[in-house]
């Protein structure tokens, strides 16, 4: 029971680290504002974790070495605890899956800063809470390419429908499917935040 809960709390805080390092990711590649009370957050906690890796190149907005790193703390985090289980797998099936589960984060941080912002935009437009201008501000890349494919209704937007369309393809073939191919338990995929 007691190693038990050791277990619950080490992927717990795995989870969480490996999503706020997601975070801060997505902040970057989305261009939100750097000086966002909440961004200075994310900053401040991930910036330790992050400065190994400090050295890969960042092209335009996306940063190599934020997501390398959310790569390998996923992958020493998920390691600890199936050792703890009692197994290791492969050193190649950890790294596969490690990238998959970040890639999951990424696209489950996408989805929830859509379904934040289209229920902000409901209840409070015009919300000038730091946290609705980060929502705005993480869904507005993604959502701009599908505004040019869908036809605009009369002021009624279905570019946020088509983008949940395509998120759960991602998520179903690209990060599911490979993952459970390669042998991965639902046991194991507990440990892997953007896969179980």
């Not at 790569?71 to 197994?87: E, H, K, R």
């Not at 492969?90 to 589960?101: A, P, T, V």
């Not at 437009?125 to 869904?139: K, R």
């Amino acid at each position: 029971m007691q190693a038990n809960l050791i277990l619950y709390v080490l992927n717990t805080a795995i989870s969480v680290i490996v999503a706020l390092v997601c975070l801060r990711f997505l902040l970057q590649l989305a261009r939100a504002n750097f000086y966002n009370p909440i961004s200075q957050g994310v900053n401040r906690i991930i910036a330790p974790l992050s400065a190994p890796f400090n050295g890969f190149p960042t092209v335009g907005t996306f940063n190599t070495g934020i997501l390398v790193s959310a790569i390998v703390l996923q992958a020493l985090g998920a390691g600890i605890c199936m050792f703890l289980l009692g197994g290791l797998p492969g050193i190649g099936q950890l790294i596969i899956w490690s990238i998959l589960s970040v890639f999951g984060v990424i696209i489950n941080l996408v989805f929830y800063a859509l379904l934040g912002m289209i229920i902000l935009s409901w209840l409070a437009p015009g919300a000038s809470h730091p946290g609705a201008e980060l929502l705005y501000q993480l869904s507005e890349p993604f959502l701009s390419p599908f505004r040019r494919i869908v036809p605009d209704l009369g002021g009624l937007d279905l570019s946020p429908i088509l983008l949940f369309v395509v998120i759960n393809i991602l998520e179903a073939i690209v990060i599911r499917g490979p993952s459970r191919s390669m042998g991965l338990s639902s046991t194991v995929a507990q440990f892997f935040t953007g896969i179980s």
